[in-house]
């Protein structure tokens, strides 16, 4: 004779979906539901990661339309300055005093990323706005590819995750009242059990 004993029974898979006599309504709605927040949170993190996508490229594609690259000169000698950590694009320049000329004709003066020993009067782009204002180089290429990317994975998960966070807690509730109704069936059933084991 087979040794049964630590053997676990053969694992039945859709059994929420099969016709049998221990299928209880409960068992079918759970199997319903988690096929509706499965579908649901890939459709809805789809759609909103899409959206979110298209939002940052929108963004960047207005600021690259907006800013403009301009001629500036530096104004102080930068051979002393301390280097600013190096960014994700891999600049490490140092903070200085620009020149630079605005749409208008007049002449303005700001600070911005220049090259790290850059002598008084050398020659750098800085991008301006259409007021002629310093403004941040906008994203380009590869990085403007990764900022698209990262928010439009990072908002899909998101919105997939509460999606699948609400069915976990909704059939949480089914569990306890499941549970519930368990509990209350066994204690009318109970006390027949007992009376034919003790009669």
Known sequence: MARTHGARPPRVRLWRWRRNPLRRRGDLAEAWLLLATLVLALLLGAFCGLRAAGAV????????????????????DTARTPSAPVTEDGDGGVWAKVRWTAPDGTGRTGRARVEPGSAAGTSVTV?????????????????????????????????????????????????????????????QVEPGWRRRMTG
């Open 127 to 187: 991008w301006t706005d259409s007021s002629g204002r310093l403004v941040a180089a906008p994203a380009e290429g590869a990085e403007a590819g990764f900022q698209i990317v990262m928010t439009g994975v990072t908002v899909a998960g998101a919105a997939g995750g509460l999606v699948l966070l609400g069915g976990r807690l909704v059939r949480a509730r089914m569990e306890r009242r499941r549970l519930a109704e368990w509990e209350a069936e066994w204690r």
């Open 57 to 76: 490229d929108g963004s960047l594609t207005e600021r690259r339309e907006r800013s403009h690259p301009v001629r500036a000169v530096v104004a102080e």
